[in-house]
């Protein structure tokens, strides 16, 4: 350091030689004149212990801000120079360590030297590259910068587009709720305004003494004519035979036989089988009225068709009903 640097002086602060804005943080690499440093009372005074304790006080104020200043604390004093939890060592080297700097009236210590070095760094206004040219992997941390950022401007615009359509398909949505809305209101408006109308005729109507005359009441159509197939069929489903006017057996049956013909069959049937039977069984007796299911399936001789007179009458109970 230069001879000329004065002793660590509290007694009158002085205004600070650097500007409180001045911020060399990202500077890599401290400038040091060797010469001068060599022919200062410093190189000569200070011990090993007490020169190393220097050097890192100095090269700690660069990364101060304002930059070339340290903090007026003794205890981080202690710990920037490498003596924390070591006070009384510290003690020992404090005073060749802060060879040179003094306290100014924003509180802090400032060395002239250091705020050459600081001053003049500042005035070249451009920060020293992390790498050197010489740095083999200086390529490839450009390129891998240079990716990054082409990589984060594609997030950006991709967000950017899906915001966008997000808006649009917002905008379209509430679009088409207004467009509904207005549908609805115009259909209410355009029901209230007939029903208005209406009312306003009627009212015309009355006021003027208008008689209208009155449409007569629609006279109900003839309910359809009983068939004789429906007629027999609610017969046989009163006696417990399933049967519906629209089956081919029951049409069969009419064109073939007669009514009493037909029940008087049905009920020898029930006789045999019971009620529930279908009126397909019926239809076959008709056909073959001499066949019977004897035992041993003898057919006996065939006996005329069924007499409903000659038969006695038969109790159909009411679970023998079947509803189709």
């Not at 050097?55 to 340290?70: D, I, Y």
């Not at 036989?257 to 049937?269: K, M, N, R, T």
Request: aromatic share 4%; with cysteine.
């Amino acid at each position: 350091m230069p001879s000329d640097a004065q002793k660590l002086d509290c007694s009158a602060p002085s205004s600070p030689p650097v500007s409180a804005d001045i911020d060399l943080r990202s500077y890599c690499w401290m400038k040091l004149d060797l010469s001068r440093l060599h022919s200062s009372d410093f190189i000569h005074l200070a011990s090993n212990e007490e020169f190393g304790a220097a050097v890192k006080l100095w090269t700690e104020s660069m990364r101060q801000v304002p930059a070339g200043s340290l903090p007026n604390d003794d205890r981080i004093l202690a710990c920037l120079a490498g003596y924390r939890g070591s006070p009384r060592r510290w003690r020992k080297v404090k005073t060749i360590a802060l060879h040179g700097f003094s306290l100014c009236s924003d509180g802090r210590l400032y060395h002239p030297v250091l705020a050459e070095m600081v001053l003049d760094a500042w005035g070249n206004k451009t920060q020293q590259p992390t790498s050197t040219p010489s740095d083999p992997r200086a390529k490839d941390r450009e390129r891998l910068r240079r990716w990054r950022a082409a990589q984060r401007a594609k997030q950006e615009s991709a967000q950017s587009i899906r915001t966008e359509e997000a808006h649009s398909t917002q905008a379209d949505e509430t679009i088409e709720t207004s467009q509904g809305r207005f549908t609805e209101t115009f259909h209410r408006k355009e029901g209230e305004g007939e029903k208005r109308e209406r009312r306003n005729v009627s009212d015309v109507s009355e006021t003027v003494g208008e008689t209208f005359q009155e449409t007569p009441p629609t006279e109900p159509s003839p309910l359809p004519t009983a068939t004789r197939e429906g007629t027999l069929c609610k017969k046989l489903r009163a006696l417990g035979v399933r049967a519906a006017p629209h089956m081919v057996v029951v049409q069969e049956m009419c064109a073939r036989h007669s009514d009493e013909h037909i029940l008087a069959a049905a009920e020898i049937a029930l006789e045999k089988k019971g009620g529930g039977i279908h009126v397909g069984y019926i239809s076959a007796m008709l056909k073959d009225p001499g066949k019977s299911s004897g035992k041993g399936g003898k057919s006996q001789p065939a006996a005329g068709p069924p007499n409903r007179s000659l038969l006695p009458p038969v109790a159909v109970a009411k679970s023998h009903y079947v509803r189709l």
